[in-house]
């Protein structure tokens, strides 16, 4: 039933690594967005795409590379982990990019430890 | 470059109390601006949208105003019950893409 649902929960890794977090989304929708949650909570955009293809990219490092195999699933994949990447990373999906009254729907969140 | 801007940070209230959150934002160039609830560990729940074209929106006890050419929001939440306790964001679509620039947030606490 979940609309947007991500994995792992949690993910705890040490610096350097390579990880990827997944999300799928059984709304039907079009368009699919990765946010970032920093420790003094301010949510920032830093990916969308619709239908496969990437829309918005905002200055994230090139370590973070987004894959979409498909429009219900975006996953993130975070190369050389650092300290600063610790944080709640949110998925979300909305249907159409160009209607004013279009709201989208957020997963429950993943969130990345880097020690 | 937006900036959305939410005050109070935090507020706690007895229950029964209104509660006035405030959201402004500095570009009045917007497509819409919506309202969400985030609860601890949680993702976020989207509450109210306000087209740009709209002066407000209404959903049971939530009303949220927009006040475009001020750069202004304001949510209103009648008679606070416990379970409104959450962290209430407000976010703004840029008129390109569906961009979304959040506030920092208001931590509201009602207290039994």
């Known amino acids: 039933d979940t609309a947007v649902s991500q994995t792992p929960k949690y993910l705890v890794t040490q610096m350097g690594n390579d990880k990827s977090i997944k999300c799928e989304q059984n709304?039907?929708?079009?368009?699919m967005y990765w946010y970032k949650q920093d420790s003094k909570k301010f949510l920032k955009i830093m990916f969308s795409?619709?239908?496969?293809?990437?829309?918005i990219n905002e200055t994230v490092p090139n370590r973070f590379s987004p894959k979409s195999p498909d429009k219900a699933h975006l996953n993130l994949h975070i190369n050389s982990l650092e300290l600063g990447d610790s944080a709640v990373y949110f998925c979300?999906?909305?249907?159409?990019?160009?209607?004013?009254?279009?709201?989208?729907?957020f997963g429950p969140g993943t969130r990345l430890t880097v020690l | 470059k937006q900036e959305v801007t939410q005050i109070p940070a935090a507020l706690s209230v007895p229950e029964g109390e209104n509660l006035v959150l405030n959201c402004s934002f500095t570009d009045s160039a917007i497509y819409n601006l919506q309202w969400f609830r985030q609860d601890p560990g949680k993702g976020l729940t989207s509450l109210l949208l306000i087209q740009s074209s709209q002066r407000e929106q209404t959903s049971g006890r939530l009303n949220a105003s927009l006040d475009k050419s001020s750069g202004r929001s304001t949510l209103y939440i009648a008679a606070s019950q416990p379970g409104d306790s959450a962290t209430y964001l407000c976010a703004v679509e840029e008129a390109a893409g569906n961009k979304l620039t959040f506030g920092g947030g208001t931590r509201v606490l009602v207290k039994p």
């Open positions: 709304l039907g929708h079009d368009t």
């Open positions: 795409y619709n239908n496969k293809e990437l829309i």
């Open positions: 979300a999906s909305s249907q159409d990019t160009s209607a004013s009254t279009d709201t989208q729907y």
